[in-house]
């Protein structure tokens, strides 16, 4: 089991900037994939970034890159998502989420299977 929490969500004017954490507890090993994926109303859930813990890759969506930036404290089993140049569409739950890695295929969305309770971002123009 793996455990997820995310915090650091709130509230921000367009322009301006939000970093989320995630503090990641148990079996954190059996899991080499984390990213962020972010849920708006009325729309399904999206990839936002991942980063192989162990190589260091980092992919992130078109619609944050330049933006938005994925890192990661191995000692301390954090993993953060620093955005800046928030925009109102940016808007949704963020969610921290951890899975398998794929020897073939890296960090996939559909092999991540452990998921925080989410934390609420809010943009405003």
């Known amino acids: 089991q793996v455990q997820l929490m995310e915090s650091g969500g709130g509230s921000a004017q367009a322009g301006g900037s939000l970093k989320l954490s995630c503090a990641a507890s148990?079996?954190?090993?059996?899991?080499?994939?984390m990213g962020w994926f972010r849920q708006a109303p009325g729309k399904e859930r999206e990839g936002v970034a991942r980063?192989?813990?162990?190589?260091?890759?980092?992919w992130y969506a078109d619609s944050v890159k330049g933006r938005f930036t994925i890192s990661q404290d191995n000692a301390k089993n954090m993993m953060y998502l620093q955005m800046t140049s928030l925009k109102p569409e940016d808007t949704a739950m963020y969610y921290c989420?951890?899975?398998?890695?794929?020897?073939?295929?890296?960090?996939?969305?559909?092999?991540?299977?452990?998921w925080g309770q989410g934390t609420q971002v809010t943009v405003s123009s």
């Open positions: 148990g079996y954190t090993d059996t899991r080499k994939c």
């Open positions: 989420a951890a899975g398998a890695y794929s020897y073939w295929f890296g960090c996939r969305p559909v092999d991540f299977d452990y």
């Open positions: 980063i192989y813990t162990i190589g260091g890759s980092i």
